[in-house]
């Protein structure tokens, strides 16, 4: 079937240590997203590809990086340069020409001890 | 800037009543809105849309109303059931930002048996 696929889905990390959220689509899409969610609040988002090597810096970039070396990956790497990491992550596609509908992944929570 | 936002942050509503999920937005030049949502642990699912030319669309149980003089989106939700029991979010299409949506701080709706 096709979809969006997060992992992990659940990951623990140790403060000052960079972690890496994987995100697979098999939609064909063009367009990945990554959004932060944090308790209680929206979708902040992070970074975007609109095409493959190619993004660019969402509302909330600092303290992360990605890349966009496939079509179907967008990972996200959490630095420890990100001051409050823990979050719930989400990760979305669009396919070309979409005028806003997302279609989301399960996402991966973050906890940093 | 641009925003959207909710007028409710919770609802909580009998089985089998109507519920009405409120939101605000402010970027006129929005032409396309979304409504998701999103249960505990899992990613947003699409539930409905609408364009700016429309003032109503209709969906199975679901209703979205535009009314673009003051800029506001509703979601009704007819009889609602315990399953409808999440957190609903509305998105704008940010026009002029890539196609980027922006989404609302969310409403939590609880439905009571």
């Known amino acids: 079937d096709g979809g969006i696929t997060q992992s992990p889905k659940y990951l623990f990390r140790k403060e000052g240590q960079n972690v890496t959220l994987s995100c697979e689509q098999n939609?064909?899409?063009?367009?990945m997203y990554w959004y932060r969610q944090d308790p209680g609040q929206g979708l902040r988002l992070i970074y975007y590809?609109?095409?493959?090597?190619?993004?660019q810096k969402g509302d909330i970039a600092e303290g992360y990086s990605v890349s966009r070396e496939k079509k179907e990956s967008f990972p996200l790497t959490v630095t420890s340069a990100q001051k409050n990491p823990t979050a719930f992550y989400l990760c979305?596609?669009?396919?070309?020409?979409?005028?806003?509908?997302?279609?989301f992944g399960e996402g991966s929570r973050l906890t940093v001890l | 800037g641009e925003s959207v936002g909710l007028h409710l942050p919770t609802l909580s509503v009998q089985e089998g009543d109507n519920s009405i999920i409120n939101c605000a937005y402010s970027?006129?030049?929005?032409?396309?809105f979304i409504w998701y949502k999103q249960e505990s642990g899992k990613g947003p699912q699409f539930i409905i849309d609408?364009?700016?030319?429309?003032d109503k669309r209709q969906g199975q149980r679901v209703t979205v109303l535009l009314n673009k003089t003051v800029k506001h989106l509703s979601l009704q939700i007819a009889a609602t059931q315990p399953g409808d029991s999440a957190v609903y979010f509305c998105?704008?299409?940010?026009?002029?930002?890539?196609?980027?949506?922006?989404f609302g701080q969310g409403t939590e709706l609880s439905v009571k048996p």
């Open positions: 979305a596609s669009a396919g070309q020409g979409h005028t806003g509908e997302l279609f």
């Open positions: 939609l064909n899409h063009d367009a």
């Open positions: 590809s609109q095409i493959v090597n190619d993004f």
């Open positions: 970027n006129s030049a929005s032409d396309y």
């Open positions: 609408i364009r700016s030319n429309m």
């Open positions: 998105a704008e299409n940010g026009y002029n930002q890539g196609g980027k949506l922006i």
